[in-house]
T-cell receptor, first 116, second 113 residues
Framework: SAVISQKPSRDICQRGTSLTIQCQVDSQVTMMFWYRQQPGQSLTLIATANQGSEATYESGFVIDKFPISRPNLTFSTLTVSNMSPEDSSIYLC?????????????FGAGTRLSVL | GQQVMQIPQYQHVQEGEDFTTYCNSSTTLSNIQWYKQRPGGHPVFLIQLVKSGEVKKQKRLTFQFGEAKKNSSLHITATQTTDVGTYFCAGPLGSSNTGKLIFGQGTTLQVKP
């Protein structure tokens, strides 16, 4: 299984500011995924980060609000822009398992974001 | 759109009692996965089921994939306090093998010692 480091682990931010979340994987992976988990809710996929191309966003999520970078095969960032209290959530990055464990997702510890 | 539904949302049991959570998909799934999230933690993979009617066991946990590959269940025998957490089922999002997952709403299990 992959080892994923995500930071910051938590933050409290003011309305209107932006926060960039970093995700580092201990091995090269083709795709990295960003999920949002609102308080007491399930996980919802925000976007897929591909190295060398634009991120692919799911319905309801847009690049202006959640810009993503993927500079290499082990690293990605997600920015939550112009934050409002509704953005208070846990943000999780994940990667798919290797060939022997395709489709299985391994998650980072998450970033717990509170917006005041 | 594609949906994965899970019931119940919450379950409180006495330690030693059994627990079951059910997962239903609006579409046929190529595989279904189960994850556990402890309070304050992140989702951790438990198991993947691929075959129609498949049953897998992990100690006190029994996982089942329906014949139509649209539903699944997780049964815990004789719960322990270490079983506390939220259990999510998840399946591939969309029809292609892209690695994306759609998650059920989760069942939060509380175990009274």
């Amino acid at each position: 299984s992959a080892v994923i480091s995500q930071k910051p682990s938590r933050d409290i931010c003011q309305r209107g500011t932006s926060l960039t979340i970093q995700c580092q994987v201990d091995s090269q992976v083709t795709m990295m995924f960003w999920y949002r988990q609102q308080p007491g809710q399930s996980l919802t996929l925000i976007a897929t980060a591909n190295q060398g191309s634009e991120a692919t966003y799911e319905s309801g999520f847009v690049i202006d609000k959640f810009p993503i970078s993927r500079p290499n095969l082990t690293f990605s960032t997600l920015t939550v822009s112009n934050m409002s209290p509704e953005d208070s959530s846990i943000y999780l990055c994940s990667v798919e398992g290797d060939r022997a464990s395709e489709n299985i997702q391994y998650f980072g510890a998450g970033t717990r974001l509170s917006v005041l | 759109g594609q949906q994965v539904m899970q019931i119940p949302q919450y379950q409180h049991v006495q330690e030693g009692e059994d627990f079951t959570t059910y997962c239903n998909s609006s579409t046929t799934l190529s595989n279904i996965q189960w994850y556990k999230q402890r309070p304050g933690g992140h989702p951790v993979f438990l198991i993947q089921l691929v075959k129609s009617g498949e049953v897998k066991k992990q100690k006190r946990l029994t996982f089942q994939f329906g014949e139509a590959k649209k539903n699944s269940s997780l049964h815990i025998t004789a719960t322990q306090t270490t079983d506390v957490g939220t259990y999510f089922c998840a399946g591939p999002l969309g029809s292609s093998n892209t690695g994306k997952l759609i998650f059920g709403q989760g069942t939060t299990l509380q175990v009274k010692p």
